[in-house]
């Protein structure tokens, strides 16, 4: 359907050739994503209403080893948008004693893997990719956190005090309409903030993929620094994970090994300076650059096994 | 009367929540009695138990957290 939308809309200008392939992919992306973006984001507000954040952190309190570092995965992937919920999360997670292995594997999977990216992906690249996009960031999460755990890195939070409160919110009295009204407000936020990344991401991926020469890629980003190289250059670059999924398309369908494309799209989603700068409001130096250096090592580790399956 | 909104510079429910309670403390004539601050330090929001934001604390009581309030609730907490 979007595709005869873009295909009407460019025949409509007359163009023709590069610039009009150019153009109807621009069109055809911005429309998918934000369509899929706005049922996504719609569908996870409305579940979070009945899953704050007081109660997933209950939920983990009690939890033992492998479930709950399973569970603080799957709750990283539909954990909220906004990169400046991250630091109130950790410390409300931190300060009612929530394992601290377990904390950090929420926080490495919350940046790597995004709920509305996943359908996203799964529409561009079909079911093995998402899987193994999924699979990968919950395990890098999953060891990076229970590794944390075991080397002690605990004693690097900063000293905080954390209060109960006022009344956890009410999660069952609610009704559908306040539910309704709430996950709309988030959602209408939300992809207000994400919407300039998604029209910016796919002008730049319909340019590459209109006018980047074929041959290229393959002759100049090939070979074993490649993963590496995509990570390091994603790192300066921040931007939603919306807005680098179709740059990642493109390169692509030009011919970048889809584990250096993937590599490069988690990079600039979740290694971001701002990201670092808010944490070390909560975190001391040395597990700043743990969880950093977790989140870069995982992404170059999944980068070189999805060129080697994929 | 001291109002707080608790939430970090990025997030702009918290600055939609902060417009919200300024233009109802102007609507109910209160500029005199209510003072609203914005508070960016998520150390606090730990104080206050707060860990999902926007928070509204009125006289260092969290009313409202992880949620923006709707006009009505505002003006309830603040009569």
Not at chain 1, 140 to 166: H, K, P, S
Not at chain 2, 43 to 72: C, H, I, N, R
């Amino acid at each position: 359907m979007f595709k005869y939308i873009a295909v009407q809309l460019i025949n409509l200008t007359g163009l023709t050739g590069r610039v009009a392939d150019s153009l109807e992919f621009w069109v055809y992306d911005t429309l998918k994503i934000t369509v899929i973006l706005l049922g996504v984001v719609f569908a996870v507000s409305y579940l979070r209403t009945y899953l704050p954040p007081e109660r997933i952190r209950d939920f983990l309190k009690g939890k033992k080893a492998l479930v709950g570092y399973v569970l603080a995965g799957v709750l990283g992937i539909i954990s909220p948008f906004c990169s400046c919920s991250t630091v109130p999360l950790f410390l409300g997670f931190v300060g009612v004693g929530v394992p601290f292995g377990m904390t950090i594997t929420f926080l490495t999977v919350s940046p790597m893997v995004n709920s509305a990216a996943i359908f996203v992906l799964f529409g561009s690249f079909g079911w093995e990719l998402t899987i193994a996009y999924v699979l990968g960031g919950l395990t890098v999460g999953m060891i990076g956190g229970g590794g944390l755990m075991l080397l002690g890195f605990e004693r690097y939070v900063m000293d905080f005090d954390f209060a109960a409160n006022g009344d956890d919110p009410d999660v069952t009295n609610k009704s559908a309409k306040k539910r309704l009204r709430e996950a709309y407000e988030d959602a209408k936020e939300i992809v207000g903030r994400i919407f300039p990344y998604v029209v910016i991401g796919v002008g730049l991926g319909a340019a590459i993929h209109g006018f980047l020469p074929e041959g290229f890629i393959q002759n100049t980003l090939q070979g074993a620094l490649a993963v590496p190289a995509a990570t390091a250059l994603g790192i300066p670059i921040y931007t939603n994970i919306m807005g680098v999924i179709p740059v990642a398309e493109s390169l692509i369908g030009k011919g970048l090994p889809v584990g250096t494309s993937i590599a490069f799209m988690m990079s600039v989603a979740a290694l971001s300076v701002p990201q670092f700068v808010l944490l070390k409001q909560v975190m001391k130096r040395n597990l700043i650059i743990a969880y950093g250096g977790i989140i870069g090592f995982g992404i170059m580790l999944l980068g070189f096994v999805f060129n080697m399956i994929f | 009367m001291k109002v707080e909104i608790l939430g970090s510079s990025g997030c702009s429910t918290c600055k939609s929540l902060k417009q919200d309670v300024e233009s109802i403390v102007e609507d109910m004539g209160k500029e005199d009695e209510v003072e609203v601050v914005k508070v960016t330090d998520p150390a606090k929001f730990a104080s206050y138990g707060v860990m999902s934001t926007p928070g509204l604390v009125v006289d260092g009581e969290v009313k409202f957290k992880g949620t923006v309030p709707s006009k009505e609730e505002i003006r309830e907490v603040l009569a």
